[in-house]
């Protein structure tokens, strides 16, 4: 098998880095959203739905805009991020993994939000008489129960982030080992005319990441369905 | 002292229960389903709250709307078992059975004696999805009994199960109250677990208490019959075994009022037992009886006769302290002409033992 070239490389290491931090960035965020919505009831409570879910309805392209309005280095959130931890989001690929993690956002949200409406609430009620508290209960009933959603919602995440093009091209652009993730460097390699081996090759190492996400996740999803036993299977 | 005095309303459903209950031995809260109970045992346990009232356990109050007191559910260190279980789905059993263990030297019953109580030894490492229905109750109720609690709460631990499966847990549950010091309170719509497992009950009509006291005491009274007599009527008397009769394999059961003999029990002289004595299953007759087979005949006074039109009368019996209830035709009643006041002779043609030993239904001796 021939050798990946460094600009493969670059951009195949970077896609896994963006979507390993977009994930880690969506699942305690998802995880928070998910019970407010699932749990709390108050007033307004359609808005933070409505606005959780509009990366899955608006253009990417929007929300790449939206992103570098705010978090740019004149955006309001952006300029005091700069500030305060000299943190630059706009054209790196920190700034890559936020506008992924912004995209996969909702559909983390959706599966976990499913896995804690189908979870038997009693369970929770039985803990409580066994002396447990708050804490407790959220950290040995609720959270393992609702592991398939996590689950799920950090394998939905992750896809959604390797896929990622129009939020994170209008929002840090395409800069070849800084930016340039696998959907981007293919695109960049479309708008040369010539040769098309360099595309070919990029969409098959694409599809092999892909694929090798699929089997981990089933792999995964199985390991817990088991754990939880045959009763409570993964709700995706 | 159980002492619970609370409303609350739910759609259609209004709840509306004051009631007091010894705290030591079993309370049963008994009626029919839609009646409340679980309700009531709900708001002891804090999972629901009323809007008015106040829960108190041995002096020490758990709910007070007007106090402002609502103890949270983890700190009312009460013991629940749920009619479905409830067991946690991604834990062994052990791990179900320690989750409420306290930490601190005091701990009874400990984990080994629970296990031995139960039966739970060869479980330990099991998943509650590949429990039987009556294993994950042997469960549930040790779950709650290894958290230590000052009661335990059991809301028809029974009623998902199939017959045979309540059978096998009846046990377990009467060698509990023989065994541990602790108090329960137990919701139940089966008359015969409430005679086999309760000191005390709590009757439960459409969100009220219809009457509190004794299991003899109530399931004596005619005008409870529409609520305590399933399908057929009868008196529950309290009786201490007192001998043995080896040469015919009986035994001599005592009681306020006089005794009774019945087939051999594997129990100590001494030992306290509770029979049912069915009113079908009781004769009256005016001069003592000569010439029969019947072993049990008690001499008792008539309290008090039943109204109605039908063919059949009851005809309420006291011997002693003991209420006995006896199911006549009109016609004989009439033609023996009994009236309250009147002494008369009982004849047992049969006597079911309901507990705590067994649930036999021994046949006319």
């Not at chain 1, 994170?168 to 390699?189: D, H, K, M, R, Y």
């Not at chain 1, 708008?191 to 694409?206: E, F, S």
């Not at chain 2, 002891?44 to 007007?66: C, H, K, Q, T, W």
């Not at chain 2, 037992?273 to 079908?280: P, T, Y």
Request: hydrophobic share 50%.
């Amino acid at each position: 098998m021939p050798s990946l070239t460094p600009v493969e490389i670059d951009a195949l290491l970077l896609s896994l880095r963006v979507g390993f931090w977009s994930v880690l960035i969506c699942l305690p965020l998802g995880l928070l959203t998910a019970i407010v919505l699932a749990r709390c009831s108050f007033p307004g409570k359609w808005l933070l739905d409505g606005i959780v879910h509009l990366p899955l309805v608006l253009p990417p392209v929007v929300i790449g805009y939206v992103l570098l309005v705010t978090l740019g280095r004149r955006g309001v959130l952006g300029g005091w991020l700069y500030e305060t931890f000299e943190i630059t989001l706009a054209f790196t690929w920190k700034g890559a993994a936020v506008a992924a993690a912004v995209m996969a956002l909702p559909l983390t949200v959706r599966a976990i939000r499913l896995s804690l409406e189908q979870m038997d609430r009693g369970l929770e009620a039985a803990a409580r008489t066994l002396g447990a508290g708050d804490l407790r209960v959220f950290l040995t009933i609720t959270l393992p129960l609702c592991l398939p959603g996590l689950l799920t919602g950090a394998i939905l995440a992750f896809a959604r982030s390797l896929g990622e093009f129009g939020a994170t091209i209008t929002f840090v652009s395409n800069i070849p080992g800084e930016t340039q993730t696998l959907p981007l460097a293919l695109f960049a390699e479309t708008q040369v005319p010539g040769d098309a081996t360099p595309a070919i090759r990029l969409t098959v190492i694409a599809v092999v990441v892909a694929l090798s996400a699929l089997v981990a996740s089933e792999f995964l999803a199985r390991r817990v369905a088991n754990r939880l036993g045959s009763g409570s299977a993964s709700p995706s | 002292m159980i002492s619970v005095d609370i409303s609350l309303r739910r759609g259609d459903f209004a709840l509306d229960a004051a009631f007091e209950t010894p705290s030591n031995g079993v309370t049963a809260i008994y009626g029919r389903s839609g009646s409340g109970k679980t309700t009531i045992i709900n708001a002891v346990a804090g999972l629901v709250r009323p809007e008015r009232g106040r829960i108190s356990i041995a002096g020490s109050v758990l709910f007070d709307r007007d106090a402002g007191i609502d103890l949270p559910i983890a700190k009312r260190r009460l013991g629940y078992v749920f009619q479905e279980g409830r067991l946690f789905p991604h834990m062994s059993v052990e791990r179900n059975l320690l989750y409420g263990r306290r930490s601190g030297a005091d701990q009874h019953p400990t984990l080994a004696e629970t296990v031995e109580l139960l039966g739970l030894s060869s479980l330990l490492t099991r998943r509650p999805s590949s429990l039987s229905g009556g294993e994950r109750q042997r469960v549930a109720i040790g779950r709650a009994l290894l958290a230590n609690p000052h009661i335990l709460l059991m809301d028809e631990p029974l009623a998902s199960l199939d017959s045979a499966r309540r059978a096998e847990i009846l046990p377990y549950l009467a060698s509990l109250r023989r065994a541990l010091d602790i108090s329960v309170v137990y919701v139940s719509h089966q008359m015969d677990e409430v005679i086999r497992l309760a000191d005390t009950m709590v009757l439960v009509e459409a969100g009220k208490v219809a009457a509190c006291g004794s299991v003899e005491a109530l399931t004596s009274r005619f005008d409870l019959a529409p609520l305590t007599a399933e399908r057929d009527a009868g008196a529950v008397l309290a009786c201490t075994v007192s001998e043995h009769d080896t040469r015919f394999g009986l035994t001599r059961l005592s009681f306020s009022g006089g005794s009774l003999w019945v087939g051999a029990l594997d129990l100590a002289v001494g030992d306290r037992v509770r029979v049912r004595i069915g009113a079908r299953d009781i004769a009256l007759a005016l001069t003592p009886p000569s010439g029969i087979s019947m072993l049990n005949v008690i001499e008792t006074t008539v309290t008090e006769i039943g109204a109605g039109q039908s063919s059949q009368v009851d005809v309420g019996l006291m011997a002693g302290d003991t209420a006995l209830w006896a199911r006549l035709t009109r016609r004989s009643v009439s033609e023996l002409a009994i009236t309250p006041g009147m002494k008369v002779h009982a004849l047992v043609k049969s006597v079911s033992i309901a507990g705590p030993a067994r649930g036999a239904r021994l046949e006319a001796i």
